[in-house]
C-alpha cells in the first residue's frame, strides 16, 4: 500500500500544500497543492484541517520521521489516550464496528484532544546491562549502541522504552531509566 513521506504542510494563500514523496516513486520531494485539504481547509477552518491531517497519518496515508505537532499527536493517541482511542483503532477488533464509530464526531473529538495534549516531560533511555552501553539507534533489523548516556536515544514514554528494552537481543539484560 502507497503512503506519503512528509517533509512538510504549509498553508499559502487560503491554499493547503504538501512537500512530499510517494514511497513507492522515486522522484524526489515536491510540493503539491492538496485539493481535499484545501476545501476542508476553506470550509472548515484551521481545526477542521488539523483533525484531517491527523487522522491520514492515523490512518498511515502520511508518514513522517520529522517530528511534528501531528507526528506528537499520534504519540498521545497511542500511550497517553490509549483506552479511549482503542474505541477506534482500526487496527483491532471488528474493522466494521471500528469505521462507523471513526466517522461520530467522539472520534473527532478524540483527535483534538489529542492535538492539544502536551507531551509528559519525563523521558526514558534504554541501558544494554551486558556492555554497560545506552541504545542509540533502533532499526527493524539492529539497535546500535552508545557509551555516552547523552547519545542515548530518548524515548517520550516508557512504554516505549521498555518495548525496545523487551526485544530478544535485550530482554532481561536491560533496563529503562527516567531522566
Not at 46 to 68: A, H, M, P, R, V
Not at 150 to 156: F, G, H, L, R, V
Amino acid at each position: 500500500m502507497s503512503y506519503e513521506r512528509v517533509k512538510g504542510i504549509k498553508i499559502e494563500n487560503g491554499e493547503v500544500f504538501i512537500n512530499s514523496h510517494s514511497n513507492n516513486d522515486t522522484a524526489d520531494y515536491h510540493y503539491w497543492k492538496c485539493e481535499g485539504l484545501t476545501k476542508i481547509y476553506q470550509e472548515k477552518g484551521q481545526k477542521e484541517l488539523d483533525i484531517e491531517i491527523l487522522k491520514e497519518y492515523e490512518e498511515g496515508n502520511f508518514q513522517s520521521s520529522i517530528k511534528n505537532k501531528y507526528t506528537r499527536a499520534l504519540k498521545v493517541l497511542y500511550y497517553v489516550l490509549k483506552a479511549e482511542y482503542n474505541l477506534f483503532n482500526w487496527r483491532t477488533g471488528d474493522f466494521q464496528a471500528r469505521e462507523t464509530f471513526r466517522k461520530s464526531q467522539a472520534y473527532k473529538d478524540l483527535l483534538w484532544k489529542a492535538l492539544n495534549t502536551k507531551l509528559p516531560k519525563e523521558k526514558f533511555i534504554v541501558k544494554n546491562l551486558n556492555n554497560n552501553g545506552y541504545v542509540r539507534k533502533e532499526t527493524t533489523r539492529h539497535i546500535f549502541y552508545c557509551s555516552e548516556k547523552e547519545q542515548a536515544k530518548i524515548y517520550d514514554f516508557k512504554e516505549q522504552a521498555e518495548r525496545t528494552a523487551n526485544l530478544t537481543a535485550l530482554k532481561g539484560h536491560s533496563e529503562v531509566i527516567q531522566i
